[in-house]
């Protein structure tokens, strides 16, 4: 085997190595952008609407899902260039991560639709009569209905 030879296997494995630390970077980055346990779990909300609105903005997964297609593109990468000794471990936690960010997103979409529909049924029910409602409380109706636009507009 020629130095060449050696020097090109030495470099190939170093570059290996490099790819399996930016997937686990990446990884490592898109579990950090999911949002807190905690955040999603406790409210300080008055009304219905404010914990909806307020869990919708705590399931946000910010840049999770562009720091999960980096991991995953080095990885592809790494796995048709044959580079990685054992990447079953590297494909198991992409699997988990996705899944995870699939599921908040999930939620986030039922947030959103509990979040247009409670203001609407809240209102339809104070107009049956079977609300029991105040005045004060119409007033709270339509002012959760307009805050209800106001969180699918920043959707």
């Known amino acids: 085997m020629s ?3 050696l020097d090109d296997d030495d470099l190939f494995g170093e570059a290996a190595s490099e790819m399996r630390a930016d997937v686990e970077e990446s990884l490592a980055d898109a579990r950090e952008e999911l949002p807190d346990a905690d955040s999603i779990w406790k409210t ?3 009304n219905v609407l404010g914990v909806l609105n307020g869990l919708k ?3 946000d997964v910010g840049e999770a899902a562009e720091r999960l297609r980096e991991a995953k593109k080095w990885f592809v990468i790494g796995q048709r260039a044959d580079a990685f ?3 079953s471990d590297l494909e198991e936690e992409i699997e988990a991560v996705e899944a995870l960010i ?3 997103e999930s939620a986030r ?3 959103s639709d509990l979040t247009s529909t409670v203001p609407g049924l809240k209102g339809s029910l104070e107009e049956a009569g079977a609300g029991g409602g105040s005045e004060d409380d119409a007033d709270d109706a339509e ?3 307009d805050e209800g636009r106001a969180a ?3 959707d």
């Open 57 to 59: 903005s705590a399931l």
């Open 102 to 104: 699939g599921d908040i």
């Open 3 to 5: 130095q060449s030879t």
């Open 109 to 111: 979409e039922s947030v």
């Open 143 to 145: 002012d959760a209905d």
């Open 152 to 154: 699918e507009a920043d």
């Open 44 to 46: 300080e909300a008055e």
């Open 85 to 87: 000794e054992d990447a």
